[in-house]
């Protein structure tokens, strides 16, 4: 029975397919772009109950530098120490082939996980190495370490850092983020935010996303903002 476009297909491709476009342009190839069109098709499939297919290779991958962190958030298994595999930094040269083996097809590659990148002394060369292969690069931060490590964002170029800031006072903050400073956080968003911004690389300096979780601690204090 062929498949038909649902609704929700149409939706999601127009939304899907402009979005990653914008999003990958500078990593975009025929080979990729043909990877993703074989994704669909498969999915499509696959909701009609072929299971029985070559499942083609991924347009986008997650891969843990580390799992080790310097903080204790009181939700996160790592920080809780709660994790069952041992801790440890990724195997640099297993990054490598990885990223050889799938770079045709690849477009997006993110590089974390449970724990904290850039505890990771070769979170710079991983996304430098994902970049030269013309994959887009993003990584998820507690902002901790960001100032410290600010040489290595400025030569790596990842595309888009997300800092996660979760609290209103450092009070707040540091009852959800246990062990941190939200302090450290600020000092590394002012450094990120004096990275010279060049003509010719549009992307020397990444997308920067700075995100808070609303909790209870932090929802009165939130309501009362939102209403000045
Ligand atoms: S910073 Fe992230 S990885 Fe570290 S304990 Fe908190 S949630 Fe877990």
Known sequence: MPYKNTFPDYIFFSN????WLFRNIRYISLAKIWNLCRLQTFYRKAK????????PPPYFASYEPTNICNLSCEMCPSGKGMLKRPRGIADIELYRKFILENRKT??????????????????GEMITFARQNRIYTMFS??????????????????????VSLDGLSNETYTKYRVGGNMQNVFDGLEKLSQLPVSALHRIAVPCIFVQRTRNSRTEKAEEEISHR
């Open 16 to 19: 899907f397919v402009p979005m």
């Open 48 to 55: 009609l109950g072929n299971v029985e297919q070559i499942v």
């Open 141 to 162: 931060t507690n902002g901790q370490l960001l100032a410290q490590n600010i040489d290595l964002i400025r030569n790596a170029r990842p595309d888009r850092i997300i």
């Open 106 to 123: 690849l477009t997006n590659i993110i590089l974390h996980f449970q724990g904290e990148p850039l505890m990771c002394q070769q979170l």
